[in-house]
């Protein structure tokens, strides 16, 4: 078992796979502020853009987990120290390939779950955005869309790929939300301090919170920018292999 000790140094005391995973994010990131116009380059290329939409390759289903926005160093920061605080431990419980395989699951298992939130919603979304535009109820706005697409006409089609095609989300926090739920599984009574709560709180209580607080946001569309659905999608993914594990017996140990 993994004592936290290391006479490398803490850098050194990070596991590789962890360690890995945060150069790789941590120098995409880089690379994206640092060279003019990439970044726009690289979102096209590998971040996951919505089934359908010219723009959307199956490999983006992977890539997009190591894309962060460059004007939110937030974001970067709060999901790359997640994965040290929290994927460095796991790491040395689960081991190397275990919690690699884990990570990447969930990652793709959040790719999966906003592709169909988007299948499901894109159309609502479409026809509320332009019926304010013009004045209209959403229902009548509806039948306007529903009459074009199925006439044919071009202008309307084409709108509407321009639609799907501004579709696209980032990140790694689908992997990192089931990273969270990971270190709760396997430690649930761990207590730990959020900034600005000064008692200590349970790790299964803490993302049982982060859970609900993602499933209302989804629910409500606050903060419309951020894939909500997805964080969960990466958690629900993450839950099956986590019960899987512990049926076996494999939760403890390599």
């Not at 994010?25 to 116009?37: D, F, K, S, Y």
């Not at 690289?42 to 853009?49: M, S």
């Not at 460059?70 to 689960?94: D, T």
């Not at 396997?186 to 609900?212: N, R, S």
């Amino acid at each position: 078992m993994y004592n936290g000790s290391s006479s490398g140094g803490w850098w050194n005391s990070i596991p590789p796979v962890t360690k890995n995973l945060i150069l790789i994010n941590l120098i995409i990131w880089l690379a994206e502020i640092l060279v003019p116009g990439f970044s726009n380059t690289l979102v096209d290329l590998l971040g996951l853009h919505m089934f359908g939409s010219s723009h959307f390759n199956p490999a983006q289903i992977f890539t997009y987990m190591f894309m962060h926005d460059p004007h939110s160093p937030a974001h970067i920061l709060f999901n790359m120290f997640s994965l040290w605080m929290f994927g460095r431990i796991l790491e040395h419980v689960w081991g190397a390939k275990r919690f690699l395989m884990f990570y990447l699951v969930c990652g793709i298992g959040a790719a999966l779950v906003q592709e169909g939130v988007w299948e499901l919603t894109w159309k609502s979304e479409y026809v509320d955005g332009i019926a304010k535009l013009n004045g209209l109820t959403s229902g009548h706005m509806k039948a306007i869309v529903d009459a074009a697409v199925a006439s044919g006409d071009a202008k309307w089609i084409e709108a509407i790929a321009d639609f799907k095609s501004m579709m696209v989300t980032i990140g790694a926090s689908g992997a990192i939300y089931g990273i969270l739920l990971g270190f709760a599984f396997t430690f649930p009574d761990m207590p730990l301090y959020l900034f600005f709560i000064p008692v200590p709180i349970k790790a299964k209580y803490m993302v049982i919170g982060y859970g609900v607080i993602e499933f209302f946001l989804g629910v409500s569309g606050s903060m419309s920018t951020v894939a909500h659905f997805a964080h969960l999608g990466g958690m629900l993914f993450g839950i099956f292999i986590l019960l899987y594990w512990k049926k076996k017996g494999m939760l403890h140990r390599y």
